[in-house]
């Protein structure tokens, strides 16, 4: 964690310096983004994508993919079949960890991830190695994902008209989701035809992925726990229920 604290705040510092804010963020809006870019903020995201990131991911590949120490801790650790994956309803890279390849991004595809070619990241052990191995292979695909963004950005007017800060929506109910990072982030909304909806359910990723934990802890040492609930990737605020 320490060796990517520095990516981590470089790539902060450009949702600060595009949205105000270095975690909640408030840029998208209906029908476009808030404002435009800063000057000199296109380079440096271009610098990050193109330059940067990918010989920082290089250097963490050699410092920990085959570092002996976590190889002994985590190959073996934790398994999960791909059997018991789908059984309990798990999704993201603890998923595909488990050999099976399924991605929203893919299997539904939303905004324009139709555009961009990448690879849904797949291993086939179901252990906690491979969990770290999909998330690596994962950083490699988002940063594929970002050139082609950046690449393609398009001119033209932000946002035209007025702001719509508050949308009323017709009466009924809709599912929608998008492939977090921790696993499929879903929203089920009733409406009454009022601006704000009369019930809704989030589905977060880590309170479903979590019910795996005890079957994955079955057979292993106490201190492989730490290692597995690590690699299951929680948000604790999404299991406060």
């Known amino acids: 964690m320490l060796y990517a604290i520095e990516e981590r705040e470089l790539i902060l510092d450009i949702f600060e310096a595009v949205t105000g804010s270095r975690m909640m963020c408030n840029y998208f809006r209906f029908g476009g983004v808030a404002r435009d870019l800063p000057a000199g903020v296109y380079e440096k995201m271009r610098d990050l994508a193109y330059e940067r990131l990918p010989r920082r991911i290089d250097e963490l590949d050699l410092y920990l993919t085959n570092n002996e120490i976590i190889r002994a801790r985590c190959e073996g650790v934790g398994v999960l079949t791909p059997e018991q994956a789908i059984a309990y309803s798990t999704s993201g890279p603890l998923l595909r960890a488990s050999g099976v390849p399924y991605d929203i991004r893919r299997a539904d595809p939303y905004s324009i991830y139709d555009r961009f070619e990448?690879?849904?990241?797949?291993?086939?052990?179901?252990?906690?190695?491979?969990?770290?191995?999909?998330?690596?292979?994962?950083?490699?695909?988002?940063?594929?994902?970002?050139?082609?963004?950046?690449?393609?950005?398009?001119?033209?007017?932000?946002?035209?008209?007025?702001?719509?800060?508050?949308?009323?929506?017709?009466?009924?109910?809709?599912?929608?989701?998008?492939?977090?990072?921790?696993g499929e982030l879903g929203f089920y909304v009733v409406s009454n035809g009022k601006p704000n909806p009369w019930r809704y359910h989030v589905r977060a990723p880590s309170f479903v992925n979590i019910t795996a934990l005890e079957t994955m802890s079955k057979g292993n040492k106490v201190a492989d726990a730490v290692a597995i609930l690590g690699s299951i990737d929680i948000v604790l605020g999404e299991l406060d229920r």
Not at 143 to 148: A, V
Not at 151 to 160: A, K, S
């Open 118 to 182: 990448f690879d849904v990241a797949v291993r086939y052990h179901g252990d906690v190695y491979d969990r770290y191995l999909v998330r690596m292979d994962e950083i490699r695909q988002s940063i594929r994902i970002l050139q082609q963004a950046i690449r393609d950005l398009p001119d033209g007017p932000i946002q035209t008209g007025k702001s719509q800060y508050q949308v009323r929506v017709p009466a009924g109910e809709a599912y929608g989701r998008v492939e977090a990072p921790k």
